[in-house]
């Protein structure tokens, strides 16, 4: 990849202007014109327009908290927690597992070895 991926949490919602996911730019960029790959499901889709704070913007970076239109895809076909990605550069694709490093701030009881996790990702 060449780091130009844009990833980012999705919250389907504004109505009235088609469906606008939002959330937050996590890596790379995200700009008008763009073809996304909504990721676990491979929906792929053109960027109408980008959005932050009700104006429109060239493009967002990581970091901004933005609201973007798309076309051709109705609310119903996307879900909380979905990624777009850049199509056309090593979009993001469903994971068989991972391995993660967890770290637990706070637990009501006692965790010793053997203690498995349930995790909400």
Known sequence: ????????????????IGTVP???VETGIIKPGMIVCF??????????SVEMHHEALPEAEPGDNVGF???????????RGFVASNSKDDPCKEAVDFEAQVIIMNH????SAGYTPVLDC
């Open 22 to 24: 939002v959330g937050r």
């Open 108 to 111: 009501p009881g006692k965790i």
């Open 1 to 16: 990849s060449s780091g130009i991926n844009a990833e980012w949490p999705l919250r389907p919602g504004i109505g009235g």
């Open 39 to 48: 990721g676990p499901t491979g929906l792929t889709t053109e960027v109408k």
């Open 69 to 79: 239109n798309i076309k051709n895809v109705a609310v119903k076909e996307i879900k």
